[in-house]
């Protein structure tokens, strides 16, 4: 691969940045900065709903509404308190909204270029892009920094629920869908320990050599020939050499390689990962899949007997289509138990915005009542 941006001198990385005109970090994904922000917009709640409220049940009910000269000081000292907190916020704000720091912006046009210069066009988005095993279940998913060329992108996403998940990724297009496979990477450390998923072991394959050592093979019920197909020894070689630190699923027409943790794209090691996924996993499980057809499926006769059936059809201007590839319903998804989805993702969500609310509804109310109280007498 071409990383000659990763080490290039500052000021030629800048004057390419000019003239590539490529954006910076897109403003709606998250930053320390912003969550400190959060932060302390809940802590100011919590304060005016401690102060207010303590000091409404000293005035209104222990002292029954008589309002004091040490009720007036503390009044004050509070309010003073606060406005100057409110001062702070606003600057945090302010410093929240600014450029990254110069060392950042540096390391984040180091891996534009990096991208540019290998063919990949950089390509900020949220919401899910595809679907696999790491966006399922996703309240919100943003891609940064994410690169994309012909059927193929790869980078970082960050998935939110109760929490946040960053994962790195490549996920291509295939020409045809193919059974859902999944191959847990031992290096990885295994599917059920970075997702709460389980697989049954049931579906679990066995495959020649040593190729067990590196993954863990899932294949629907009865699809275990088919997976040895689609993973045939030029494909096992290649996915060894190549992946071994990345899980991949298999789902419909699309492949996705995926570990956990962000990916640094200002670094070789990380561009070298990448680029033998492309140019070594990739066209094996491409290749692989192309040849594939589900034979449970009536009418996706073999194409190449076909094509030379239309040879020698009669009619020389008829024209023949392949039948559409698809594969059969009890190959299309695994079973596996997804605590993500279901009742357990409502009962998460539920938790969730309980949480949100008592982080900022409850402490707001209760200063409200607080305040009210002091004021009204009741």
Not at 128 to 135: N, V
Request: hydrophobic share 45%; aromatic share 10%.
């Amino acid at each position: 691969m071409d990383l000659r941006w990763l080490s290039a001198p500052a000021p030629d990385v800048a004057a390419a940045m000019d003239r590539a005109r490529r954006d910076a970090r897109p403003h709606w994904m998250p930053t320390v900065r912003r969550l400190i922000v959060h932060v302390n917009h809940c802590l100011m709640l919590w304060y005016l709903c401690i102060v207010w409220f303590t000091l409404g049940v000293r005035i209104d009910t222990l002292q029954d509404n008589r309002v004091t000269a040490v009720d007036v000081r503390d009044i004050v000292i509070v309010t003073v308190i606060f406005l100057i907190w409110c001062g702070v916020a606003v600057l945090l704000w302010r410093w929240s909204n600014r450029p990254p720091s110069r060392r950042s912006q540096m390391a984040s046009w180091r891996q534009t270029l990096t991208a540019l210069a290998n063919g990949f066009e950089p390509e900020h988005t949220r919401g899910a892009r595809f679907r696999s095993l790491i966006t399922t279940g996703a309240s919100a998913t943003y891609f940064h920094p994410r690169f994309v060329a012909a059927g193929v992108e790869f980078g970082n996403l960050r998935t939110r629920r109760a929490g946040s998940d960053d994962w790195r990724y490549l996920t291509l297009r295939l020409s045809v869908p193919v059974p859902h496979l999944i191959l847990g990477s031992a290096k990885a450390g295994g599917i059920s320990k970075q997702l709460p998923v389980r697989l049954d072991q049931a579906q679990r394959i066995s495959l020649e050599g040593d190729f067990d050592r590196h993954f863990r093979v899932f294949a629907p019920e009865d699809y275990g020939t088919d997976a040895l197909y689609l993973l045939a020894p030029d494909v096992m070689a290649a996915l060894v050499d190549h992946a071994g630190p990345f899980n991949v699923e298999m789902i419909d027409d699309t492949v996705v390689f995926f570990a956990p943790g962000a990916a640094d794209f200002s670094r070789a090691e990380t561009w070298e990962a990448f680029g033998g996924l492309v140019s070594g996993a990739v066209p094996a499980l491409a290749r692989a899949a192309a040849r594939y057809r589900d034979d449970r499926v009536a009418g996706q006769g073999d194409p190449v007997a076909l094509s030379a059936f239309r040879a020698t059809m009669a009619d020389p201007t008829a024209t023949w289509v392949e039948p559409r590839r698809r594969i059969d319903a009890a190959g299309r998804r695994l079973r596996l138990r997804d605590r993500r989805v279901g009742l357990p993702s409502i009962l998460g969500a539920i938790g969730w915005y309980a949480t949100l609310a008592f982080l900022y509804a409850v402490p707001g109310l209760f200063a409200f009542a607080g305040f009210m109280s002091i004021v009204d007498g009741h």
